[in-house]
């Protein structure tokens, strides 16, 4: 089974989760455009390709910003790791 990153980061911002209220829902849970890449429900193992919508929780890093942002992330090392040849930068 693939972890998405709202169950890696436990962020509580998934549908439902306990931080929606405040933060509101993740739009990577339902970025529909990068459902399946690299095995992931949504945009949840492509996290760094998800624009954040301007006023919605703590913004996620545009995929110009990726080389700042991402590179470093433990679950983008972990995505890339777990899927090898076939992995979706």
């Not at 972890?3 to 436990?10: A, F, G, I, S």
């Not at 739009?27 to 690299?38: M, Q």
Request: hydrophobic content about 25%; aromatic content about 8%.
């Amino acid at each position: 089974m693939t972890t998405n990153c709202w169950e890696y980061r436990r962020c509580g911002r998934e549908p439902g989760g306990l931080n929606t209220l405040s933060q509101g829902v993740c739009p990577t849970h339902s970025f529909n455009d990068l459902d399946g890449k690299n095995g992931g429900q949504g945009g949840g193992r492509c996290c760094w390709r998800v624009p954040e919508p301007k006023g919605v929780g703590p913004a996620l890093p545009h995929w110009s910003d990726m080389d700042r942002n991402c590179l470093g992330c433990d679950f983008f090392k972990r995505v890339s790791k777990e899927q090898g040849a076939s992995f979706i930068p």
